[in-house]
């Protein structure tokens, strides 16, 4: 196979060019999905109508000016797609296709992406696991360990290299953490920057892109969010304005344009001052010892690359995991409140029925949250442009059915092991995992970036040079 491994960049330039058709790339990803994701389990659904989309791509007038040409892309199985249903990773949603596009596939199509596929989460995306009804996925570096959640499938389709770059949504993490399980980026964006799912969890949860490279990933977030400026800032850490109109933009319905530019490896110099926290969490909640090391590595890298880096010395506070498990807990019982109650998982059940119980009790977590987002994030912040910290707090759990076990099992396992990504849902900050080392038990470790609302530039051009420091890999047996 000549285009599946490629990056979505690659593929995109190749076929607007008309070195490659679309048809000829979607048909060699779908040959890859086959041969891979029987190990992996990364797909509810394989759309074999790709075929038949790529092909009739090349009919467009404008195939010369798509961002994404002939890119394929996965979709979280809780975002429509248009003539597909859309099930959540649960029995009991409606087998009914969906009418229309959901915004965010909507605008990835009209860049000239083709969706070749819907992939597993648990039921309702509400944990760090990726097992439902449909399946369990696996994670593809040790198929022993859970891909984590709730963007779980995506994340594996991307890091097995059956697609290039896929869409997700994270609520608690749900992008960052099955980024950082199976050794590939993510971004959650801030609020109001791509259009968030049906079910926005309150205006927690974000929709965003997953990639291996960070190329890729600003260039699906550019689509996502209909600002072409975005498309290069992981090469400066900053918005780059669009050159003078020359072609159409498939960005937005306005009179912006895009002119594509050929592949190019450089970055430029910036300056940021970029705080560090090998342990951010509050006393009781261990960190991996070898993921503090990989914070600091990181931020050694980071200095040597030109910023201004400094050691965040506290912790985050005391008060703030409680009100975000009780969030979290609330939202799950509002999630599924539509839905037969008696006929959920039981992990489901337990999860929703505590959130219930929180909720009649004024317990919801809502003032913590208020607290949080109002102020006190600001305030722990400190004056850093970004703050690095770990991305997980140790290496994932095993791989297995856990929405036939209780709340307890469910939420000890969430919480031991992906505590650091629900903070910055809480106050809407845009945050990034990039994996830049390996555990001694041979998965992936990554970092977590975050940055004040409006730091999605800043964010990518630090993925871009930790990247560069530290290259990707694939997993073993998913090389091309």
């Given at each position: 196979?000549?285009?599946?491994?490629?990056?979505?960049?690659?593929?995109?330039?190749?076929?607007?060019?008309?070195?490659?058709?679309?048809?000829?790339?979607?048909?060699?990803h779908l040959h890859a999905i086959s041969e891979r994701d029987p190990k992996v389990g990364a797909f509810r659904l394989v759309r074999k109508r790709a075929v038949d989309e790529a092909r009739a791509l090349h009919e467009r007038r404008d195939l010369a000016e798509l961002p994404l040409a002939g890119v394929p892309v996965a979709v979280k199985d809780n975002l429509?797609?248009?003539?597909?249903?859309?099930r959540a990773g649960s029995a009991l949603t409606s087998a009914s296709p969906a009418i229309v596009d959901h915004p965010a596939v909507a605008r990835l199509r009209a860049a000239g992406a083709v969706v070749v596929g819907l992939t597993n989460l648990p039921e309702l995306g509400l944990v760090a696991f990726g097992d439902s009804v449909y399946g369990t996925v696996r994670n593809p570096w040790n198929p022993a360990r859970t891909a984590g959640g709730s963007s779980s499938g995506s994340a594996a389709a991307v890091a097995a290299g059956m697609v290039p770059i896929a869409l997700g949504n994270d609520g608690m993490g749900s992008l960052r953490i099955p980024a950082a399980c199976c050794g590939i980026l993510a971004i959650k964006p801030g609020a109001d920057v791509v259009p968030p799912p049906v079910d926005d969890w309150n205006r927690l949860t974000e929709n965003g892109p997953l990639a291996t490279t960070a190329?890729?990933?600003?260039?699906?977030?550019?689509?996502?969010?209909?600002?072409?400026?975005?498309?290069?800032?992981?090469?400066?850490?900053?918005?780059?304005?669009?050159?003078?109109?020359?072609?159409?933009?498939?960005?937005?319905?306005?009179?912006?344009?895009?002119?594509?530019?050929?592949?190019?490896?450089?970055?430029?110099?910036?300056?940021?001052?970029?705080?560090y926290a090998p342990q951010p969490l509050p006393a009781g909640l261990p960190m991996?010892?070898?993921?503090?090391?990989?914070?600091?590595g990181a931020a050694e890298t980071l200095r040597l690359a030109g910023h201004t880096v400094v050691e965040h010395g506290r912790r985050l506070p005391p008060w703030l995991g409680p009100a975000t498990i009780a969030v979290w807990l609330t939202q799950a019982a509002r999630s599924s409140a539509h839905l037969d109650r008696k006929r959920l998982e039981r992990r489901s059940r337990a999860l929703a029925g505590a959130g219930r119980v929180l909720a009649r009790l004024s317990l919801d977590g809502a003032r913590g949250r208020d607290r949080?987002?109002?102020?006190?994030?600001?305030?722990?912040?400190?004056?850093?442009?970004?703050?690095?910290?770990?991305?997980?707090?140790?290496?994932?759990?095993?791989?297995?059915?856990?929405?036939?076990?209780?709340?307890?099992?469910?939420?000890?396992?969430?919480?031991?092991?992906?505590?650091?990504t629900g903070p910055w849902n809480m106050c809407g900050w845009p945050a990034v995992s990039v994996p830049i080392a390996t555990h001694s038990t041979a998965m992936p470790i990554a970092v977590q970036l975050v940055a004040p609302p409006g730091g999605e530039p800043q964010l990518l051009g630090l993925a871009a040079q930790l990247q560069a420091a530290h290259p990707p890999v694939r997993p073993p047996g998913f090389a091309f």
């Open positions: 196979m000549l285009w599946a491994g490629r990056s979505a960049v690659e593929i995109a330039a190749a076929v607007r060019q008309g070195d490659v058709t679309a048809t000829t790339v979607v048909e060699e429509e797609v248009a003539g597909e249903a859309t190329s890729d990933l600003a260039l699906a977030l550019s689509v996502l969010a209909a600002d072409p400026a975005l498309a290069e800032a992981w090469r400066g850490g900053r918005r780059v304005e669009p050159r003078p109109a020359m072609l159409r933009s498939v960005w937005a319905d306005d009179e912006e344009a895009w002119e594509p530019r050929p592949p190019q490896d450089s970055q430029e110099p910036f300056d940021l001052r970029v705080a991996d010892k070898e993921f503090q090391a990989a914070v600091r949080w987002r109002a102020h006190a994030a600001d305030q722990w912040f400190g004056d850093a442009d970004v703050l690095l910290m770990p991305a997980l707090a140790a290496v994932p759990p095993a791989a297995e059915r856990w929405g036939e076990r209780g709340f307890v099992r469910n939420v000890l396992a969430n919480v031991r092991y992906a505590p650091a």
